[in-house]
């Protein structure tokens, strides 16, 4: 098992910054891969990044330039760095960790998520 605690959401301004932390314990397998997802009420939950315990990132098209992936593996955390927030970018944002071997993707664990709001 693994257990995920995000940090960071918050009210930002149309333009403005975030940043958004993960913590991951337990059960942490070295080869594994830390990343976001966010949903908006209603809709289905979106891949926004992630990275590798390697430090391989991919990014969804929608953030790519404006969003920053970061991991330390020492602590087991991921962080990310949101700029030029867009009203758009409003959603629970959402902590993913899973194991990943030979190309297996394990099993995935969520955080509880938070909430970001972009105002115009």
């Known amino acids: 098992q693994v257990q995920l605690v995000e940090s960071g959401g918050g009210l930002v301004q149309a333009g403005g910054s975030l940043r958004l932390s993960c913590a991951a314990s337990?059960?942490?397998?070295?080869?594994?891969?830390m990343g976001w997802y966010r949903q908006i009420p209603g809709k289905q939950r979106e891949f926004v990044a992630q990275?590798?315990?390697?430090?391989?990132?991919n990014y969804a098209d929608s953030v790519k330039g404006r969003f920053t992936i970061s991991r330390d593996n020492t602590k087991n955390t991921v962080a990310l760095q949101m700029n030029s927030l867009k009203p758009e970018d409003t959603a629970v944002y959402y902590c993913?960790?899973?194991?990943?071997?030979?190309?297996?993707?394990?099993?995935?664990?969520w955080g509880k998520g938070t909430l970001v709001t972009v105002s115009s």
């Open positions: 990275m590798s315990s390697g430090g391989g990132t």
């Open positions: 337990g059960s942490i397998f070295s080869f594994n891969v």
């Open positions: 993913n960790f899973y194991a990943s071997a030979s190309s297996i993707r394990g099993t995935d664990y």
